[in-house]
Protein backbone atom coordinates (compact mmCIF):
# COMPACT_ATOMS: atom_id res chain seq x y z
CA UNK A 1 0.00 0.00 0.00
CA UNK A 2 2.52 2.56 1.02
CA UNK A 3 5.03 1.62 -2.23
CA UNK A 4 1.18 2.72 -4.33
CA UNK A 5 0.40 5.92 -2.13
CA UNK A 6 3.96 6.53 -3.26
CA UNK A 7 3.76 5.94 -7.09
CA UNK A 8 0.63 8.06 -7.19
CA UNK A 9 2.23 10.97 -5.14
CA UNK A 10 4.65 11.38 -7.99
CA UNK A 11 1.81 11.09 -10.70
CA UNK A 12 0.29 14.04 -8.05
CA UNK A 13 3.43 15.65 -8.14
CA UNK A 14 4.05 15.75 -12.21
CA UNK A 15 0.09 16.77 -12.91
CA UNK A 16 0.88 19.51 -10.42
CA UNK A 17 3.84 20.50 -12.04
CA UNK A 18 2.53 20.81 -15.68
CA UNK A 19 -0.80 22.98 -14.78
CA UNK A 20 1.68 25.41 -12.90
CA UNK A 21 4.34 25.61 -15.25
CA UNK A 22 1.94 25.27 -18.56
CA UNK A 23 0.58 27.78 -20.34
CA UNK A 24 2.10 30.97 -22.03
CA UNK A 25 1.99 33.24 -24.84
CA UNK A 26 4.66 31.63 -26.60
CA UNK A 27 3.93 28.49 -26.38
CA UNK A 28 0.26 29.06 -27.63
CA UNK A 29 1.69 31.03 -30.64
CA UNK A 30 3.64 28.08 -31.83
CA UNK A 31 0.73 25.64 -31.11
CA UNK A 32 -1.33 27.82 -33.50
CA UNK A 33 1.24 28.20 -35.40
CA UNK A 34 2.10 24.31 -36.09
CA UNK A 35 -1.52 23.60 -36.50
CA UNK A 36 -2.28 26.17 -39.32
CA UNK A 37 1.10 24.77 -40.82
CA UNK A 38 -0.41 21.37 -40.21
CA UNK A 39 -3.74 22.17 -41.76
CA UNK A 40 -1.86 23.94 -45.24
CA UNK A 41 -0.28 20.91 -45.73
CA UNK A 42 -3.24 18.15 -45.11
CA UNK A 43 -2.67 15.37 -47.32
CA UNK A 44 1.06 15.02 -46.21
CA UNK A 45 1.37 16.18 -42.92
CA UNK A 46 -1.50 13.71 -41.31
CA UNK A 47 0.06 10.54 -41.24
CA UNK A 48 3.15 12.40 -39.52
CA UNK A 49 0.37 13.64 -36.67
CA UNK A 50 -0.93 10.34 -36.04
CA UNK A 51 0.72 7.49 -33.76
CA UNK A 52 -1.02 4.05 -32.46
CA UNK A 53 0.34 2.54 -28.99
CA UNK A 54 -0.57 -0.68 -28.69
CA UNK A 55 -2.78 -2.41 -25.48
CA UNK A 56 0.98 -3.33 -23.73
CA UNK A 57 2.89 -0.10 -24.25
CA UNK A 58 2.29 3.57 -22.71
CA UNK A 59 3.39 6.86 -24.40
CA UNK A 60 4.52 9.75 -22.45
CA UNK A 61 4.45 12.56 -25.09
CA UNK A 62 6.79 15.82 -24.05
CA UNK A 63 5.47 19.14 -25.55
CA UNK A 64 7.88 21.84 -25.50
CA UNK A 65 10.19 19.95 -22.92
CA UNK A 66 6.85 19.42 -20.30
CA UNK A 67 4.98 15.91 -20.17
CA UNK A 68 1.41 16.49 -21.89
CA UNK A 69 -1.37 16.21 -19.32
CA UNK A 70 0.77 15.01 -16.73
CA UNK A 71 0.81 11.31 -16.99
CA UNK A 72 1.45 8.28 -19.86
CA UNK A 73 -0.56 8.06 -22.60
CA UNK A 74 -2.93 4.87 -24.15
CA UNK A 75 -3.52 2.74 -25.47
CA UNK A 76 -5.01 3.83 -29.18
CA UNK A 77 -3.97 6.06 -31.26
CA UNK A 78 -3.13 9.71 -30.60
CA UNK A 79 -2.75 13.28 -32.46
CA UNK A 80 0.69 14.92 -31.74
CA UNK A 81 2.43 18.02 -33.29
CA UNK A 82 5.53 16.97 -34.84
CA UNK A 83 7.30 20.01 -34.23
CA UNK A 84 6.47 20.22 -30.68
CA UNK A 85 6.15 16.77 -29.74
CA UNK A 86 8.47 14.08 -28.53
CA UNK A 87 6.99 10.72 -27.89
CA UNK A 88 8.60 8.30 -26.01
CA UNK A 89 6.61 4.21 -26.11
CA UNK A 90 7.44 2.34 -22.70
CA UNK A 91 6.57 -1.21 -22.77
CA UNK A 92 4.61 -2.57 -19.75
CA UNK A 93 5.40 -6.49 -20.27
CA UNK A 94 7.42 -8.45 -17.57
CA UNK A 95 11.19 -8.65 -18.96
CA UNK A 96 13.72 -10.90 -17.67
CA UNK A 97 17.16 -10.83 -18.33
CA UNK A 98 20.56 -13.33 -16.84
CA UNK A 99 23.10 -11.76 -14.85
CA UNK A 100 26.42 -12.67 -16.12
CA UNK A 101 28.49 -14.43 -13.76
CA UNK A 102 29.70 -12.78 -10.52
CA UNK A 103 33.15 -13.91 -8.95
CA UNK A 104 31.94 -13.63 -5.32
CA UNK A 105 33.81 -13.63 -2.20
CA UNK A 106 31.55 -15.17 0.87
CA UNK A 107 31.57 -14.21 4.53
CA UNK A 108 34.09 -17.52 5.20
CA UNK A 109 36.25 -16.47 2.45
CA UNK A 110 35.70 -18.94 -0.04
CA UNK A 111 35.77 -17.72 -4.27
CA UNK A 112 32.26 -18.69 -5.90
CA UNK A 113 30.75 -18.10 -8.96
CA UNK A 114 27.21 -17.47 -9.01
CA UNK A 115 24.34 -16.08 -11.80
CA UNK A 116 20.61 -14.61 -10.94
CA UNK A 117 17.54 -14.46 -13.40
CA UNK A 118 15.79 -11.12 -12.69
CA UNK A 119 11.88 -10.36 -14.23
CA UNK A 120 10.86 -7.18 -13.57
CA UNK A 121 8.17 -4.71 -15.59
CA UNK A 122 7.39 -1.04 -15.95
CA UNK A 123 4.90 0.49 -13.46
CA UNK A 124 5.38 3.98 -13.70
CA UNK A 125 6.13 4.81 -17.31
CA UNK A 126 6.92 8.75 -16.59
CA UNK A 127 9.26 8.05 -14.20
CA UNK A 128 10.92 5.25 -16.29
CA UNK A 129 10.84 8.27 -18.41
CA UNK A 130 11.95 10.96 -16.47
CA UNK A 131 14.02 9.89 -13.38
CA UNK A 132 16.48 7.67 -15.66
CA UNK A 133 18.13 7.50 -18.58
CA UNK A 134 17.79 3.86 -19.58
CA UNK A 135 16.13 1.86 -17.25
CA UNK A 136 16.53 -0.94 -18.41
CA UNK A 137 20.04 -0.85 -18.66
CA UNK A 138 20.34 0.69 -15.19
CA UNK A 139 18.11 -2.04 -13.85
CA UNK A 140 20.83 -4.95 -15.12
CA UNK A 141 23.84 -3.00 -13.60
CA UNK A 142 21.81 -1.92 -10.07
CA UNK A 143 20.83 -6.28 -10.20
CA UNK A 144 24.91 -7.32 -10.65
CA UNK A 145 26.05 -5.13 -7.88
CA UNK A 146 23.18 -6.55 -5.52
CA UNK A 147 23.89 -9.39 -6.19
CA UNK A 148 27.36 -9.30 -5.05
CA UNK A 149 26.65 -6.77 -2.11
CA UNK A 150 23.90 -9.67 -0.50
CA UNK A 151 25.76 -12.01 -1.50
CA UNK A 152 28.96 -11.00 0.12
CA UNK A 153 27.53 -11.22 3.18
CA UNK A 154 26.53 -14.90 3.23
CA UNK A 155 28.61 -18.15 4.19
CA UNK A 156 29.01 -20.65 1.92
CA UNK A 157 26.39 -23.13 4.00
CA UNK A 158 23.50 -20.47 3.81
CA UNK A 159 24.39 -19.53 0.07
CA UNK A 160 23.80 -23.66 -0.60
CA UNK A 161 21.29 -24.48 1.78
CA UNK A 162 18.89 -21.22 1.61
CA UNK A 163 18.37 -20.04 -1.85
CA UNK A 164 15.36 -19.10 -1.62
CA UNK A 165 15.71 -16.65 1.31
CA UNK A 166 18.76 -15.61 -0.17
CA UNK A 167 16.54 -15.13 -3.80
CA UNK A 168 13.78 -12.70 -1.30
CA UNK A 169 16.49 -10.80 0.61
CA UNK A 170 17.87 -9.64 -3.16
CA UNK A 171 14.39 -8.86 -4.56
CA UNK A 172 13.52 -6.36 -1.63
CA UNK A 173 16.79 -4.56 -1.66
CA UNK A 174 16.49 -4.55 -5.77
CA UNK A 175 12.57 -3.18 -5.97
CA UNK A 176 13.39 -0.60 -3.36
CA UNK A 177 16.37 0.83 -4.93
CA UNK A 178 14.54 0.97 -8.42
CA UNK A 179 10.89 2.12 -7.41
CA UNK A 180 12.43 5.82 -7.85
CA UNK A 181 12.47 4.70 -11.49
CA UNK A 182 8.94 3.06 -12.56
CA UNK A 183 10.48 -0.15 -12.05
CA UNK A 184 8.71 -3.15 -10.19
CA UNK A 185 11.11 -6.00 -9.67
CA UNK A 186 8.54 -9.04 -9.87
CA UNK A 187 11.52 -11.90 -8.82
CA UNK A 188 14.88 -13.02 -8.84
CA UNK A 189 16.34 -16.43 -9.07
CA UNK A 190 19.78 -17.24 -8.12
CA UNK A 191 20.39 -19.86 -10.77
CA UNK A 192 23.57 -21.53 -10.18
CA UNK A 193 26.54 -21.55 -7.01
CA UNK A 194 29.81 -22.84 -9.09
CA UNK A 195 32.46 -24.04 -6.52
CA UNK A 196 36.21 -24.24 -7.46
CA UNK A 197 37.41 -28.22 -8.13
CA UNK A 198 39.58 -28.37 -5.12
CA UNK A 199 36.70 -27.28 -2.93
CA UNK A 200 34.40 -29.64 -4.55
CA UNK A 201 37.20 -32.87 -4.33
CA UNK A 202 37.44 -31.96 -0.55
CA UNK A 203 33.60 -31.93 -0.19
CA UNK A 204 33.34 -34.91 -1.90
CA UNK A 205 35.66 -36.40 0.22
CA UNK A 206 34.64 -35.37 3.28
CA UNK A 207 30.98 -37.00 2.33
CA UNK A 208 32.41 -40.11 1.86
CA UNK A 209 34.16 -40.39 5.09
CA UNK A 210 31.10 -39.29 6.49
CA UNK A 211 28.89 -41.80 4.88
CA UNK A 212 31.63 -44.83 5.35
CA UNK A 213 31.59 -43.83 9.31
CA UNK A 214 27.86 -44.44 9.43
CA UNK A 215 27.90 -47.28 7.63
CA UNK A 216 30.56 -48.80 10.09
CA UNK A 217 28.28 -47.61 12.82
CA UNK A 218 25.47 -49.47 11.06
CA UNK A 219 27.42 -52.42 10.44
CA UNK A 220 28.65 -52.81 14.20
CA UNK A 221 25.15 -52.18 15.59
CA UNK A 222 24.31 -55.37 13.38
CA UNK A 223 26.99 -57.27 14.87
CA UNK A 224 25.65 -56.05 17.96
CA UNK A 225 21.99 -57.07 17.50
CA UNK A 226 23.33 -60.07 16.03
CA UNK A 227 25.27 -61.90 18.96
CA UNK A 228 22.70 -60.98 20.95
CA UNK A 229 20.09 -63.25 19.04
CA UNK A 230 22.71 -66.16 18.42
CA UNK A 231 22.99 -65.88 22.58
CA UNK A 232 19.61 -66.27 22.78
CA UNK A 233 19.04 -69.29 20.38
CA UNK A 234 21.74 -71.15 21.88
CA UNK A 235 20.46 -70.80 25.25
CA UNK A 236 17.28 -72.08 23.66
CA UNK A 237 19.31 -75.22 21.88
CA UNK A 238 20.95 -75.92 25.69
CA UNK A 239 17.18 -76.50 26.96
CA UNK A 240 16.60 -79.52 24.24
CA UNK A 241 19.38 -82.21 23.72
CA UNK A 242 17.29 -83.14 20.30
CA UNK A 243 17.72 -79.37 19.03
CA UNK A 244 20.80 -79.46 18.42
CA UNK A 245 20.78 -82.79 16.04
CA UNK A 246 17.91 -80.74 14.60
CA UNK A 247 20.31 -77.59 13.76
CA UNK A 248 22.91 -80.13 12.39
CA UNK A 249 20.58 -81.62 10.27
CA UNK A 250 19.25 -78.56 9.01
CA UNK A 251 22.84 -76.88 8.58
CA UNK A 252 23.59 -80.29 5.96
CA UNK A 253 20.68 -79.99 4.29
CA UNK A 254 21.86 -76.37 3.11
CA UNK A 255 25.04 -77.32 2.46
CA UNK A 256 23.33 -80.09 0.27
CA UNK A 257 20.82 -77.58 -1.68
CA UNK A 258 23.88 -74.65 -2.45
CA UNK A 259 26.81 -77.44 -3.21
CA UNK A 260 25.23 -80.50 -5.52
CA UNK A 261 29.15 -82.00 -5.95
CA UNK A 262 29.83 -81.83 -2.57
CA UNK A 263 28.72 -85.26 -0.93
CA UNK A 264 28.55 -85.20 3.23
CA UNK A 265 28.49 -88.15 5.62
CA UNK A 266 27.12 -87.76 8.80
CA UNK A 267 29.28 -89.32 11.76
CA UNK A 268 28.13 -88.56 15.58
CA UNK A 269 30.80 -87.43 17.21
CA UNK A 270 30.36 -89.94 19.99
CA UNK A 271 31.43 -93.01 17.89
CA UNK A 272 34.44 -90.51 17.11
CA UNK A 273 35.32 -90.52 20.30
CA UNK A 274 34.99 -94.14 21.31
CA UNK A 275 36.96 -95.30 18.46
CA UNK A 276 39.57 -92.73 19.08
CA UNK A 277 39.48 -93.89 22.35
CA UNK A 278 40.26 -97.74 21.90
CA UNK A 279 42.96 -97.00 20.07
CA UNK A 280 44.94 -94.16 22.12
CA UNK A 281 43.32 -93.64 24.84
CA UNK A 282 40.93 -90.37 25.80
CA UNK A 283 41.07 -88.05 23.01
CA UNK A 284 42.99 -84.55 23.61
CA UNK A 285 40.50 -81.67 23.95
CA UNK A 286 42.19 -79.92 20.71
CA UNK A 287 41.71 -82.98 19.03
CA UNK A 288 37.72 -82.91 19.72
CA UNK A 289 37.70 -79.56 18.62
CA UNK A 290 38.99 -80.66 15.49
CA UNK A 291 36.75 -83.13 15.23
CA UNK A 292 33.64 -81.47 16.19
CA UNK A 293 34.33 -78.67 13.44
CA UNK A 294 34.79 -81.84 10.77
Not at 27 to 46: D, K, Q, V, Y
Not at 102 to 114: N, Y
Not at 185 to 213: F, G, N, Y
Not at 241 to 263: D, F, K, M, V, W
Request: include cysteine; charge should be negative; proline fraction near 4%.
Amino acid sequence: MEVERSKTDRRNNYVSEDESEGGGCFESFLIIACLIFIGLTFPLTIWFCLRMVKEYERAVILRLGRIKKGEAMGPGLFFIIPCLDDIQVVDLRTVSFDVPPQEILTKDSVTVAVDAVVYYKVSNPVASVCKVTNANHSTRLLASTTLRTILGTKALHELLADRERTSEEILQQLDEATDPWGIQVERVEVKDVRLPQQLQRAMAAEAEAAREARAKVIAAEGEQKASRSLKEASDIISQSPAGLQLRYLQTLTQIAAERNSTIVFPLPIDMMQMVLAKDGGAVPSGHQRVVAQM
